[in-house]
């Protein structure tokens, strides 16, 4: 059933119009959740890669699907019996009478048509279709939570999405019951200028390349406003997903600046190849080796994915991924597992919540990304990615329910109102926005290194080690003791020059002496002229052809002579774009007003005189004379 079809057919069923309530909890207390999680990945790429190549096959994708569906069960769990192992705050609500019945769980198959579909048929099977769902859980996908959007904003109930750093998701007006678990793009993105120029590393010069779609572009202005502050300078170029072209003329464009730092963001794997292919040989030269770096935002090499790539040594890949840096926005337990207070309940788990899982699957056994864990799953296996964003999305829904009871506030507003330690940190809103506040999200920095070499097919894996954890309240990159960022050459000591040195044209010193000798020598002849002029005002010759004449001529020349020191000036003298602007602008002021003024006193000059010379032939005679002195003047 496609999309329009579908929301069509629930018009007719049931009135979609803004319904007038503050939140969608039963009499009983009961907040029934549509849980969307992601088991099939219907998105399609080149290259025989499955979905965007986040995945490696849709067995790792089930497997992953699994572990978000065992923590979905888990936060229900700790939320119904107010358990405060992972979240404190919930033994502040043990007197509420919200609770989490058995909920949909739903996959969401990157799609947004799947999604919405999904959400209409839970209603139209419904008597009372307003009344079914409290809240939405997810889904991953931006398009998908669009869809699902659409749905929420006419049922008036929170739609939390724990994965999606979209930005387009982020205006309350577009989007006014999506609440986001998880920061934006926007939130977050000012932390890599932050590690590369300020933190870890002084990289003056990045060439900032992004995949032209909804996930790069959204990265793009805060890094390079990032720049404005901290004084580094970038260049922006964009690549098309499948257009080669577009890859070469960006490289193109980075290698003719002469920049060795290249931040590359986007959400596609398998791009890296053709990043790789073009980088090696570019314009006659390399944006690969001992003196560049490479910096890859860590959708470009999720967790999954990363650990199966294997390509052979000194290939353009092997090159590209060899001394990289990894930016990545992961739960906590990823970057520091010890101690974890999530990954500690995932852990005292046993076989029984696996009865129930397998109950409560989505999918059939047969189908192929079908997952079942077996015994001993939670203390042998670690959560998938994004599981505590998940895990905290719930426990919200639940908190925020209890306080529109309790407050007769809506179920949304108390949404974007929370403020409480969970698993992936403090979850707190931006005010104002339906955003979370980064202060409370873990980022960190993987330094990517080159694993061991299999002899027989001479290729190789590669290892990540976590170097840097962003710390949100500070604002700052803090270093992983023990861990040296290793780059390329195999060494720690960071790669220089961080720019080529490349033929600008710039002004040489000598032309610029030049130029300020010729503005002295004009300068110094206005002078002169001026006190020549002053001194002898009362002579005839100079009262006949007019002070006031002479002394604008004089200040023409002033204008133009100054307008040459606005051109004299580049980057190569240490000016920054500002200056050089104002400069740029001054000069047509100058150069252009200082002849207006000369020829304009000219012309009221010859204007004059041919009216004198009909009245005085003798007057008309002085005039000329005058006139022809000041013309000299002028043109010396």
């Known amino acids: 059933m496609k999309l329009a079809e579908s929301l069509f057919l629930a018009l007719l069923s049931f009135n979609l119009g803004p319904v007038i309530a503050i ?16 088991f099939h990945d219907d998105r399609t790429s080149p290259n025989g890669y499955y979905g965007y190549g986040t995945w ?31 979240v404190p705050a919930l033994k502040d609500y043990e007197s509420c009478s919200v609770t989490f019945p058995d909920s949909w769980l739903l996959d969401s198959r990157y799609s947004r048509t799947h999604v919405v579909d999904e959400l209409l048929g839970i209603m139209l099977a419904s008597d ?31 739609q939390i999405a724990y994965e999606t750093i979209d930005r387009r998701l982020a205006p309350n007006t577009d989007f006014p019951t999506f609440v986001r678990g998880i920061p934006a793009a926007t939130d977050i993105a000012p932390s890599i200028g932050d590690f590369i120029q300020r933190d870890f590393w002084r990289r003056d010069f990045i060439g900032l390349i992004y995949d032209q ?3 790069g572009e959204q990265f793009e202005y805060p890094i390079e406003d990032e720049g404005e502050i901290l004084g580094y300078l970038t260049i922006t170029e964009h ?63 999720p967790p999954e994915m990363f650990h199966t790539m294997r390509y052979e040594v000194d290939s353009p890949e092997d090159k590209l991924l060899r001394g990289s840096a990894l930016f990545t926005n992961y739960d ?139 710390n949100g309240a500070q604002k700052k990159w803090v270093p992983v003791e023990g861990e040296n960022f290793i780059f390329y050459d195999g060494t720690s000591e960071e790669p220089k020059p961080v720019r080529d040195v490349v033929d600008w044209n710039y002004l040489s010193s000598d032309v610029q002496t030049i130029g300020f000798v010729l503005v002295g020598v004009s300068l110094l002849i206005v002078f002169v ?37 606005c051109i004299s000036f580049d980057e190569s003298y240490g000016w920054t774009n500002d200056q050089l602007s104002l400069a740029c602008s001054l000069l047509p002021w100058f150069f252009v007003i200082g002849y207006l003024v000369q020829y304009c006193a000219i012309f009221s000059k010859v204007s004059l005189s041919s009216f004198d010379l009909e009245r005085d032939a003798d007057a008309s005679n002085t005039s000329w004379t005058s006139f022809g002195c000041s013309f000299h003047s002028f043109g010396g």
């Open 213 to 215: 779609s909804d996930y």
């Open 239 to 301: 690549v098309v997903p499948g257009d080669l072209n577009t890859t070469k003329d960006s490289l193109g464009e980075a290698k003719q600046s002469g920049f060795h730092t290249t931040v590359f963001v986007g959400d596609k794997p398998y791009l890296l190849s053709e990043l790789a292919e073009v980088a090696i040989d570019i314009d006659g030269g390399t944006l690969v080796g001992d003196d560049y770096i490479w910096f890859f935002t860590g959708d470009m090499a």
């Open 332 to 470: 906590p337990f990823i970057y520091n597992p010890e101690g974890d207070a999530f990954l500690e309940a995932w852990k005292n788990q046993n076989d029984t919540m696996l009865e129930r899982l397998r109950a409560l699957h989505p999918l059939s056994p047969d189908d192929g990304a079908y997952y079942m864990g077996e015994s001993g799953y939670f203390q042998n296996e670690v959560p998938s990615q994004y599981a505590s964003f998940l895990f905290d999305a719930i426990i919200n829904a639940g908190m925020a329910a209890c306080r529109s009871v309790e407050s007769n506030t809506t179920h949304i507003e108390e949404a974007v109102a929370s403020d409480f330690e969970g698993a992936s940190g403090r979850t707190v809103f931006l005010e104002g926005t339906h955003s979370r506040d980064p202060v409370g999200v873990t980022l960190g920095i993987y330094n990517v290194r080159p694993g061991p070499i299999d002899e027989s097919s001479n290729t190789r894996g590669y290892t990540r080690h976590l170097v840097a954890t962003y």
């Open 128 to 158: 009372s279709p307003e009344e079914t769902i409290c809240a939405v859980i997810g889904p991953s996908d931006p398009r998908a939570n669009e869809g699902a959007s659409v749905v929420t904003e006419n049922l008036h109930i929170p």
């Open 529 to 565: 002229s001026v006190v020549w002029v002053f001194v002898r005002r009362k002579e005839r010759i100079v009262t006949a052809s007019q002070p006031e004449f002479l002394y604008l001529l004089c200040f023409g020349a002033t204008l133009q002579a100054v307008s040459l020191i």
């Open 23 to 38: 939140n969608k909890i039963r009499s009983d207390g009961t907040c029934p959740l549509a849980i969307f999680i992601p």
């Open 56 to 86: 490696s096959s849709e067995e790792a994708l089930g497997k992953a699907g699994f572990s978000l569906l065992a923590t979905a069960l888990m936060a229900k769990d700790h939320f119904n019996e107010r358990d405060t192992r992972v």
